[in-house]
């Protein structure tokens, strides 16, 4: 059994103020260097001016070619959960105008870039990435495509 502790004769109990404690000042490090607190607070002045936030729009397109394999289609889903910003559609029947209709989808989408994944031969997978609609755009053969779950 536990003993109760006596009350005190006067019965109120003292609080004692805390002290507070401001945390110091980080001072503002840039590329070239630590910046002064009075150049901090000259900038500050400067730009007073509401600017508009900042806000990126550029969304991806993901899609692939028909008869793609299990696999790369998981592949291809890990990659949709990396990107916060993307836009999946269903499969493309890519035949001779495959840039036509990825520039054409790409509109519909209200997107950016786009990524393809297409199969041939059920075993090579190439995947398109390109800036549209009149950006760059690179083929890249996959050879090793390691999805998330397949590593459990």
């Avoid at 006067?10 to 000042?25: F, T, W």
């Avoid at 499969?91 to 990524?115: I, P």
């Avoid at 083929?139 to 390691?146: C, D, E, Q, W």
Wanted: glycine share 4%; aromatic share 8%.
């Amino acid at each position: 059994m536990v003993k109760k502790r006596k009350r005190s004769e006067s019965g109120q109990v003292v609080a004692h103020p805390k002290k507070e404690v401001a945390a110091l000042e980080r001072p503002v490090r840039t590329l070239l260097g630590w910046k002064d607190k009075s150049q901090v607070t000259d900038e500050l002045e400067d730009n007073n001016v509401a600017s508009p936030i900042f806000r990126n729009k550029e969304k991806v397109l993901f899609t692939c070619s028909r008869r793609i394999t299990y696999r790369y289609r998981h592949l291809m889903l890990n990659l949709v959960s990396l990107f916060p910003h993307c836009k999946k559609d269903n499969k493309v029947e890519s035949k001779e105008t495959k840039g036509a209709t990825l520039n054409e989808l790409v509109e519909l989408k209200r997107c950016s870039s786009c990524l393809f994944f297409e199969c041939r031969k059920a075993k090579d997978l190439y995947l398109w990435m390109a800036k549209c609609p009149s950006g760059p755009s690179v083929k890249f053969l996959v050879s090793v495509g390691i999805t998330g779950h397949s590593s459990q």
